[in-house]
């Protein structure tokens, strides 16, 4: 019962010190199931260029009419990673069964407890990461490894202001 005390006063503290703002993210620990996925592997110039390797991988799934049993996700190995040249992983959950090849490979997720955060709005996610590893720092844990983005809703039609993801640091 300290420990939580101890924790309500920090984040309030934290709170006073912004001013009395209040973040406008939600943070939660998630226990996460392990899940099958089909997944690929790249290298994006820039953190912008993802899209591509996941519309490939979108496309080719699509030709073996492959039934996702959650949204896409792009996985970030290194928590901290490079400007320019960023190994991605692009995975899709799915119980499908996928022809396999050098650029595609099925792999088990491990279940993971995660801390996460849901941004909607632009896909401007960097106040929402802040949001995040500042609440693990506050709480006293610590991140296990790399980071992921789960595509809840990527609009058709690109508009800025529809997007919403998932934000998971291990």
């Known amino acids: 019962i300290l420990q939580d005390q101890i924790t309500y ?6 709170e ?6 209040m973040s406008s993210y939600e943070i939660t620990l998630k ?3 392990p899940m099958k996925v089909i997944v690929t592997r790249d290298v994006a110039p820039v953190k912008e260029d993802i899209g591509a390797t996941m519309a490939a991988l979108r496309e080719r799934l699509r030709a073996y009419n492959v039934y996702p049993t959650a949204p896409q996700m792009a996985i970030f190995p290194e928590y901290i990673h490079p400007i320019n040249n960023i190994p991605i992983e692009v995975a899709q ?3 499908s069964v996928v022809p396999l090849g050098d650029d595609v490979q099925e792999r088990l997720i491990p279940g993971i407890t ?4 849901i ?3 632009s896909s401007d996610m960097a106040p929402a990461w802040v949001a995040l590893n500042e609440w693990i720092q506050r709480n006293s844990y610590r991140i296990s ?3 992921r983005e789960i595509f809840l809703y990527e609009p058709l039609d690109k508009d800025a202001e529809k997007y919403a993801f998932d934000l998971q640091f291990p």
């Open 114 to 117: 995660v801390a996460s955060v």
């Open 119 to 121: 941004h909607t709005g």
């Open 31 to 33: 226990q996460l199931e």
């Open 93 to 95: 959950p799915t119980d």
């Open 9 to 14: 006063l920090d984040n309030k503290i934290y």
């Open 16 to 21: 006073v010190e912004m001013d009395g703002r």
């Open 145 to 147: 490894g790399g980071f």
